[in-house]
C-alpha cells in the first residue's frame, strides 16, 4: 500500500510539478492518512534529481501547508464552537482530537487575545 501511495505521489509531482506538491501537501494537511512523511521526501529527490529547483519546492510545499490550514480554519469557522465541540466528544478520537486537547487551543487562543 505505501508502494503505491509513494507511486502515485511521484506520479503527481511529475505530472504537475509545484502545483501537484502544493495540491499534495494542502491535501495531507487536511486528510490525514497522507503523510507529510511521504510527500515531502519525494519532493526533495525531485529537487536532487534536478527536475524541479529546491526554493520552489519549499515554496510550493509552504503555499500548500497554508492553504490546508486555511480549509481547515475554514471548515472550523463554518462549523462554529458548539458543533465543534459536540463533534469532538462523539468523534475526536476518530481524528485524533480529544475535548482536552480542545480545552488547550481554547485556552491558548484566549491568552492571545
Given at each position: 500500500?505505501?508502494?503505491?501511495?509513494?507511486?502515485?505521489?511521484?506520479?503527481?509531482?511529475?505530472?504537475?510539478?509545484?502545483?501537484?506538491?502544493?495540491?499534495?501537501?494542502?491535501?495531507?494537511?487536511?486528510?490525514?492518512?497522507?503523510?507529510?512523511?511521504?510527500?515531502?521526501?519525494?519532493?526533495?529527490?525531485?529537487?536532487?534529481?534536478?527536475?524541479?529547483?529546491?526554493?520552489?519546492m519549499l515554496a510550493?510545499?509552504?503555499?500548500?501547508?497554508?492553504?490546508?490550514?486555511?480549509?481547515?480554519?475554514?471548515?472550523?469557522?463554518?462549523?462554529?464552537?458548539?458543533?465543534?465541540?459536540?463533534?469532538?466528544?462523539?468523534?475526536?478520537?476518530?481524528?485524533?482530537?480529544?475535548?482536552?486537547?480542545?480545552?488547550?487551543?481554547?485556552?491558548?487562543?484566549?491568552?492571545?487575545?
Open positions: 500500500m505505501l508502494n503505491d501511495l509513494a507511486g502515485w505521489i511521484s506520479d503527481v509531482i511529475a505530472a504537475l510539478g509545484y502545483a501537484g506538491l502544493a495540491f499534495l501537501v494542502a491535501l495531507e494537511s487536511v486528510f490525514p492518512p497522507i503523510p507529510s512523511e511521504a510527500v515531502l521526501p519525494l519532493a526533495g529527490f525531485a529537487a536532487g534529481r534536478g527536475d524541479a529547483h529546491l526554493v520552489g510550493a510545499a509552504t503555499a500548500g501547508s497554508v492553504a490546508g490550514a486555511w480549509v481547515l480554519y475554514s471548515m472550523a469557522a463554518w462549523i462554529g464552537a458548539s458543533r465543534l465541540r459536540t463533534f469532538v466528544a462523539r468523534h475526536g478520537r476518530w481524528v485524533g482530537v480529544s475535548e482536552a486537547d480542545l480545552n488547550r487551543a481554547e485556552a491558548w487562543f484566549d491568552r492571545l487575545a
